[in-house]
Nanobody, 128 residues
Framework: QVQLVESGGGLVQAGGSLRLSCVASGFTSDYYAIGWFRQAPGKEREGVSCISSSDGSTYYADSVKGRFTISRDNAKNMVYLQMNSLKPEDTAVYYC?????????????????????WGQGTQVTVSS
């Protein structure tokens, strides 16, 4: 069955870095775009970034642009989210998810309804 498992979360001071990993199984990962979302307590889940299946094109939410970098290794069925210059407002549970399309480009690429399978999430806490 389709599974997505995140890891790499933790506690970090403001200005620090973390790298999240997402391992996919149960499907051919190079056919699907993968996205990262996050949900802070009391807030809606929001899209952070996504990456296309083959050409590696990416999209970032404005709130993380220039600080976060998404990448993937299809040979290992892995997707990564490198997070630099972390801020307390980045504190959230981070989820990876499979998009029902192979591409990811432009506004609308992080629409939740386009994503069909989700991991269990990994907690990221940024202290001030």
């Amino acid at each position: 069955q389709v599974q997505l498992v995140e890891s790499g979360g933790g506690l970090v001071q403001a200005g620090g870095s973390l790298r999240l990993s997402c391992v996919a199984s149960g499907f051919t990962s190079d056919y699907y775009a993968i996205g990262w979302f996050r949900q802070a307590p009391g807030k809606e889940r929001e899209g952070v970034s996504c990456i296309s299946s083959s050409d590696g094109s990416t999209y970032y939410a404005d709130s993380v642009k220039g600080r976060f970098t998404i990448s993937r290794d299809n040979a290992k069925n892995m997707v990564y989210l490198q997070m630099n210059s972390l801020k307390p407002e980045d504190t959230a549970v981070y989820y990876c998810s499979r998009r029902g399309y192979s591409y990811c480009s432009g506004y609308g690429s992080l629409k939740r309804g386009d994503y069909d399978y989700w991991g269990q999430g990994t907690q990221v806490t940024v202290s001030s």
